[in-house]
């Protein structure tokens, strides 16, 4: 790289942290590079002049951030965060004094599924329309164009879609229509989570692989924002990645709502206690969630559910199902067995980036940081581009900060 095009990448880099409170490491340097280059011959200029305008003209800011984001999402991505918002629903319609809708906040939505998913959740469970009120907000004007048009591309049904869901979904050529009715609940803003956040009280925020990407100041502030809007008792939900980072931020396990929720430490409770030799507080052993993914008024057992109690029964399962048991054990809490599933899974496939990605983050959350880096290489080695990998190492990485 020339002189030139490393004050390119430098003030790039200022400015993502500056502005949006993005980790360039985490985004990966070599993306953002290529970003950068790319931004600079399509400007015409030199990289000098073109660092330059970036910070003194918008419309060049906006497009360098649509470039680096990672839009990666799906509907119903971590299941257990819709299972739990159906008993939020289902408490609501028990409350006769309730006044306001049921709100959720989609924090990094990008094109919407997760917002979808939160609004049909809470459909599915009983609450009509009008008593539900889902925010969605993301930096990317591109990604909010694409939520609002209400059509998901094919690659947002490659997780499990619950069977209650299918009646919003309207499968078409290359992707899926969500039903006017789910749209209807839904406000997407283009919106910087950096700035003061739309004002609660939010009854759960979803802020799912958007924290690995931060700088942790900009991690810390967004945070205690969040817990400001929160209301009384309600959870937040993170990606797999980010539940060991805020375990060291004030934020405690929330189990009644699955394995990804967590609420803010009562400012007087006394610190948690740590296991010795663990860096990162860890879920309670054994402590399995209750959520199903499940209407509750036609109780089913769940597909993940199912496939979680099977495991052990059914060694001969074919690959993709272990893997699917895997995420389903480490979504109830099961980490230690989705952890023996997962090698199994390595063994007969040493190349499946999906499972040594995933062992990766389940290490990590148990604070076996050796075991939880060299799964991430390895998940690396075999995909570089795996950005969920690269940021929860990027994560590792970072000194830790103590209490908040
Ligand atoms: C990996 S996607 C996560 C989408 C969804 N939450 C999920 O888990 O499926 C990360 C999103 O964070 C958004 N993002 C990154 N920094 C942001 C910021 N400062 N403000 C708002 N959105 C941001 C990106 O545009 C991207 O769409």
Request: charged share 20%; proline share 8%.
């Amino acid at each position: 790289m020339s002189a030139d095009e490393t004050v390119a990448v430098v003030a790039a880099t200022h400015l993502l942290e500056e502005r949006w409170g993005l980790d360039a490491r985490a985004l990966g340097e070599g993306s953002l590079a290529r970003a950068v280059r790319a931004r600079v011959a399509s400007s015409g200029l030199d990289p000098s002049a073109w660092a330059a305008l970036l910070t003194s003209r918008t419309t060049e800011a906006d497009a360098l951030i649509e470039a680096v984001i990672v839009p990666e999402t799906m509907l119903f991505r971590d299941g257990s965060a819709f299972g739990a918002l159906g008993e939020i629903a289902g408490a609501r319609l028990m409350d006769a004094s309730a006044e306001r809708p049921v709100r959720v906040l989609s924090a990094a939505c990008s094109t919407g599924e997760e917002a979808f998913s939160i609004a049909i959740a809470l459909l599915a469970h009983g609450l009509p329309a009008e008593a539900i009120r889902v925010v969605a907000v993301d930096v990317s004007a591109r990604a909010i164009a694409a939520a609002r048009s209400g059509r998901c591309s094919s690659s947002a049904l490659r997780g499990h879609i619950p069977g209650w869901a299918e009646r919003w979904l309207t499968r078409v050529p290359g992707g899926v229509v969500i039903a006017p009715e789910v749209l209807a609940t839904i406000d997407f803003r283009v919106g910087n989570l950096m700035d003061p956040l739309p004002a609660g009280p939010w009854d759960a925020v979803l802020c799912r692989n958007v924290l690995v990407y931060l700088v942790p100041a900009a991690r810390a502030r967004l945070l205690e924002r969040i817990r400001a809007h929160l209301a009384p008792g309600a959870p937040l939900f993170v990606g797999h990645a980010e539940v060991a980072a805020l375990l060291d931020l004030g934020w405690r396990h929330q189990r009644r709502y699955g394995p990804w929720a967590l609420e803010p430490v009562p400012v007087s409770a006394p610190p948690a206690e740590r296991p010795a030799g663990r860096r990162a507080g860890t879920p309670a052993p054994a402590a399995r969630s209750s959520i199903v993914v499940a209407p509750p008024r036609a109780p089913a057992p769940a597909p993940r559910a199912a496939a979680a109690a099977s495991v052990g029964s059914a060694p001969a399962a074919p690959l993709p199902a272990r893997l699917d048991e895997a995420v389903a054990l480490a979504e109830s809490g099961e980490r230690e067995r989705a952890i023996a599933l997962l090698e199994e899974v390595v063994r007969v496939d040493r190349e499946n980036v999906a499972a040594h990605a995933l062992l990766g983050v389940l290490h990590a959350t148990g604070g076996d940081e050796t075991a939880a880096r060299n799964a991430l290489r390895r998940a690396l080695y075999l995909d570089p581009g795996h950005a969920e990998s690269r940021a929860q190492l990027a994560l590792l990485d970072r000194p830790r900060s103590r209490g908040r």
